[in-house]
T-cell receptor, first 114, second 111 residues
Framework: DAGITQSPRYKITETGRQVTLMCHQTWSHSYMFWYRQDLGHGLRLIYYSAAADITDKGEVPDGYVVSRSKTENFPLTLESATRSQTSVYFC?????????????FGEGSRLTVL | QKEVEQDPGPLSVPEGAIVSLNCTYSNSAFQYFMWYRQYSRKGPELLMYTYSSGNKEDGRFTAQVDKSSKYISLFIRDSQPSDSATYLCATTHSGTYKYIFGTGTRLKVLA
């Protein structure tokens, strides 16, 4: 199906474990983003990517790693999960030709770190 | 001080009411202003987008930007129970891909 999909939708893990959240989009959008959403903080940018092999830090990058070897995929890895990383994670994409602001979001990945 | 401030609510209104949702921002360089709607356990979706100051209308929704007071508003006329969601304001400026979001206002429209 066309669109942007995230997996897994729900994940429970333990402190210190490595976790990878997957994001796949079928539009060939140039720009992709990872946000986390927490009560009282709203959406905060973790990392973004302007194209394959081009990534940059956002507002809260510590403890996260990203890669973008293919345009359509933008995985987010928590190398050693901490309880403070319990959150809902959203992947988003934007076409380079679209007016500023047209971010398309996935359904979210709800992560709990015990 | 956060770059974008938004009252988290919750805001409860009866069906048919006019709803006013608001945000303030601090950076005068912001030029693009958006409203996203987010249903429970779903991703945000773009509702309205405006550039610089002025009004934009789309059906029952009107977005308003006052750059002189750094104030962003979303008005919903004839509100419906299906409008119950969290509304997030967002802003950015040219030359960056970083969007700054408000914390969101939770709206409940009672039938």
């Amino acid at each position: 199906d066309a669109g942007i999909t995230q997996s897994p939708r729900y994940k429970i893990t333990e402190t210190g474990r490595q976790v990878t959240l997957m994001c796949h989009q079928t539009w060939s959008h140039s720009y992709m983003f990872w946000y986390r959403q927490d009560l009282g903080h709203g959406l905060r940018l973790i990392y973004y990517s302007a194209a394959a092999d081009i990534t940059d830090k956002g507002e809260v990058p510590d403890g996260y790693v990203v890669s973008r070897s293919k345009t359509e995929n933008f995985p987010l890895t928590l190398e050693s999960a901490t309880r403070s990383q319990t959150s809902v994670y959203f992947c988003a994409s934007r076409s380079s030709g679209a007016p500023t602001g047209e971010l398309f979001f996935g359904e979210g990945s709800r992560l709990t770190v015990l | 001080q956060k770059e974008v401030e938004q009252d988290p609510g919750p805001l409860s209104v009866p069906e048919g009411a006019i709803v006013s949702l608001n945000c303030t921002y601090s950076n005068s360089a912001f030029q693009y202003f958006m409203w996203y709607r987010q249903y429970s356990r779903k991703g945000p979706e773009l509702l309205m987008y405006t550039y610089s100051s002025g009004n934009k209308e789309d059906g029952r929704f009107t977005a308003q930007v006052d750059k002189s007071s750094k104030y962003i508003s979303l008005f919903i006329r004839d509100s419906q129970p299906s409008d119950s969601a969290t509304y997030l304001c967002a802003t950015t400026h040219s030359g960056t891909y970083k969007y700054i979001f408000g914390t969101g206002t939770r709206l409940k429209v009672l039938a």
